[in-house]
């Protein structure tokens, strides 16, 4: 599928039937009056030029349980599935194939509920690296006979992926067939299909855009126009003034990991290695005591891994643990630790993850840490205590402690239209997630120099490293962007 639908976005540019060479490096592309409306254009839908492979996405498949990759992916929702919808889908038709088994609460119980579903949550069942164990609190090996866990996601938009690989939260699809297979295969229930049909599904999800702009710079992307060369859509459309303000707080609070106009990569080392941190064979952070600023967290570069364990599963675990509540809370998540060994023969343990919490009170539950002979906090990766995990992310794909609770770094592009958010659906609204950024994650990371200098917007909450006003700027430019 590489190219295919860059080469169709550049023929619609040109306005003709051929497609034209990729620009030199270093030599910026004409833009002609066509790529302009184009990139001023809300929505964009290269996928009309492939109709089969539309078809293929909204039809089941036979010999499956009904659902479609359009089941769970709307077109009409952003290519996501909103918890509103789930519920009048409910009320329309119980029987819809949405309401598999599957995906109920138990999918054993005489009469299935699902209230998981209704807060766009569906379970993704997977099979546990060779070298990992799913352990009890006691450290005791509890690993199910077919060394496999579920977990509950959200489900994420197929809009920009054209340029986003690898796919799926948690990045275990290196290619858009394989993530087409994978989702028939485990959420339709259905067989193996032909590689024409998944290369049809594809080139239909790779022309799914979330506006002209994306669309514009992911048929650069895919032609291989290096990230600096391509033109910034934002400098050819027009923006309101609190749009261009929310540009330049992008810039500062966004771009470090989710990439910036023209990329979706990391682009700031420091930052990613901020998220993670090194461990002591007992899971804990290792903490070096500096005159002057007290216990600060060692970290471990990972060049070139797109993944990071940003901490969100710490507030889907707060609102299990009723300490403060989250979007997914009214629902009961699954309670893991895990093992990890050198190897498969899981003779020789590495590190037990999250690690036993050693807490002020002793009761496992409180958030507030106990401290070494040295005045460090005793802490696992996410820097609390923390008794379980919802979800290891990554490292139930890799095997690697490094990557527990990590996952795929999105792009942003359309982050408005795909609500709610983060790997578990967490946070509800778009100003949830800014709010959350700018107070706890922001000011945590010295490279990102955005120290809390702010007073907190609401009693009770710490203070921010933005101001009211940089926020609804924000905000204002991640409605369009």
């Known amino acids: 599928m590489p190219g295919l639908a860059a080469a169709a976005m550049l023929t619609a540019f040109a306005g003709c039937g051929a497609e034209p060479a990729a620009p030199a490096s270093g030599e910026a592309p004409d833009l002609t009056a066509d790529a302009r409306a184009l990139m001023a254009s809300p929505i964009s839908r290269v996928s009309g030029r492939a109709p089969s492979g539309k078809q293929l996405f909204e039809r089941a498949f036979p010999h499956t349980n009904g659902r479609s990759c359009a089941t769970c992916h709307v077109l009409d929702e952003a290519t996501t599935l909103r918890p509103a919808s789930v519920e009048a889908r409910f009320r329309a038709d119980p029987a819809d194939p949405l309401f598999s088994r599957l995906d109920a609460d138990d999918p054993a119980a005489a009469t299935p509920t699902f209230a998981h579903l209704a807060k766009g949550l569906v379970r993704v069942v997977l099979p546990l690296p060779d070298n990992m164990d799913v352990i009890d609190f006691d450290g005791q090996v509890v690993t199910p006979a077919d060394r496999t866990i579920a977990v509950w996601r959200g489900v994420p938009s197929v809009a ?46 790779g022309g799914e855009f979330s506006s002209g702009r994306a669309a514009f710079v992911g048929a650069m992307i895919e032609l291989g126009v290096p990230p600096a060369d391509i033109p910034v859509p934002e400098k050819h459309v027009s923006f309101t003034a609190p749009q261009r303000r929310g540009r330049a707080v992008y ?231």
């Open 251 to 481: 810039d500062a609070a966004c771009a470090a990991c989710h990439g910036g106009a023209t990329t979706s990569k990391i682009v700031n080392p420091e930052v990613q290695a901020f998220f993670f941190p090194a461990l002591d064979a007992d899971g804990n952070v290792k903490f070096d005591v500096v005159p002057g600023q007290g216990p600060v967290p060692q970290h471990v570069a990972r060049p070139g891994v797109e993944i990071v364990n940003v901490g969100y599963g710490i507030t889907t675990y707060f609102g299990q643990i009723g300490v403060a509540p989250a979007f997914n809370s009214s629902v009961e998540l699954p309670r893991y630790r895990f093992r990890f060994y050198q190897d498969g023969t899981r003779q020789q343990r590495v590190v037990d993850l999250p690690p036993v919490p050693r807490t002020v009170s002793g009761n496992p539950l409180d958030p507030r840490p106990a401290l070494d002979d040295r005045g460090a906090p005793i802490v696992g990766p996410n820097l609390i205590p923390q008794l379980f995990t919802t979800d290891p992310g990554r490292a139930a794909i890799t095997g690697d402690p490094a990557d527990f609770e990590a996952f795929d770094v999105p792009q942003l592009r359309g982050i408005a239209l795909t609500a709610p958010y983060f790997h578990d659906n967490s946070h509800e609204t778009l100003r949830d997630v800014v709010d959350t950024y700018s107070r706890f994650v922001l000011p945590a990371i010295p490279a990102m120099a955005l120290p809390a200098v702010n007073p907190p917007e609401h009693p009770g909450t710490p203070p921010e490293s933005l101001s009211p006003a940089q926020k609804d700027d924000l905000l204002a430019f991640l409605q369009v962007l």
């Open 160 to 205: 920009n992926t054209a340029y986003t690989a690898p796919y799926q939260l948690d990045g275990r699809a290196a290619s858009l067939p394989e993530q087409a297979q994978g989702a028939i295969t485990a959420h339709s229930q259905g067989p193996n299909v032909s590689r024409r049909d998944l290369d049809r599904i594809a080139f239909f999800e």
